[in-house]
Antibody
Framework: QVQLVESGGDFVKPGGSLRLSCAAS????????MSWIRQTPGQGLEWISS????????YYADSVRGRFTASRDNAKNSLYLNMSSLRAEDTAIYYC???????????????WGQGTPVTVSS | SELTQPPSVSVSPGQTARISCSGD??????ACWYQKKPGQSPVLVIY???KRPSGIPERISGSTSGNTATLTISGTEAIDEADYYC?????????FGGGTKLTVL
């Protein structure tokens, strides 16, 4: 079955950097779109980024564009999120998500990892 | 653009719960719905407006009318108590509604 396992979440100071990883298994990773979505404490879901099955194009939310970089390594069945210039408002649980599609506009967030927590605080 | 959901909906066990999601030109896009329980990851319950993933019970359904998508849960059970989020794509960005807390009284 589909498994998505995130790692890398940590406690970091404002302005710091962090790299999240997601190990995928149970499906043909290189066939599908992948995304990062977060949920801030007590708040709703916020889409962060989606990356095409080939690794390009990559789409970003305005709130993270220029600070976060998504990437994938299809040979390693892995998804990554490099986060820099972190702010307190980036504090959230970050989910790795698989979309069983190659077409963004018709896709859904089909499978979710368990999430990894990121806390940005001085 | 934004997707607007009611903050909360309450229903008695066995009754029908309806959660709305409205947005500009939503009728021209596909809506998805996700169920989120405390301490658990979100689960896709409806995609492409009306389709149910495997494993989602038939009493959960989706519909659209104009620029409003609706999630309907028939014969609501205690296990349905959760936050529900609608989502759509716009210009290469995914937009989520603010979420609706479904309480089964």
């Amino acid at each position: 079955q589909v498994q998505l396992v995130e790692s890398g979440g940590d406690f970091v100071k404002p302005g710091g950097s962090l790299r999240l990883s997601c190990a995928a298994s149970g499906f043909t990773f290189s066939d599908y779109l992948m995304s990062w979505i977060r949920q801030t404490p007590g708040q709703g879901l916020e889409w962060i980024s989606s990356i095409s099955f080939r690794g390009s194009p990559i789409y970003y939310a305005d709130s993270v564009r220029g600070r976060f970089t998504a990437s994938r390594d299809n040979a390693k069945n892995s998804l990554y999120l490099n986060m820099s210039s972190l702010r307190a408002e980036d504090t959230a649980i970050y989910y790795c998500v698989c979309q069983e599609s190659n077409y963004l506009d018709t896709s859904a967030f089909d499978y979710w990892g368990q999430g990894t927590p990121v806390t940005v605080s001085s | 653009s934004e997707l607007t959901q009611p903050p909360s909906v309450s229903v008695s066990p066995g009754q029908t719960a309806r959660i709305s999601c409205s947005g500009d030109q939503l009728g021209e896009k596909y809506a998805c719905w996700y169920q989120k329980k405390p301490g658990q990851s979100p689960v896709l319950v409806i995609y492409q407006d009306t389709k149910r993933p495997s494993g989602i019970p038939e009493r959960i359904s989706g519909s659209t009318s104009g620029n409003t998508a609706t999630l309907t849960i028939s014969g609501t059970e205690a296990i349905d108590e959760a936050d529900y989020y609608c989502q759509a794509w716009e210009s290469g960005s995914a937009v989520f509604g603010g979420g609706t807390k479904l309480t089964v009284l």
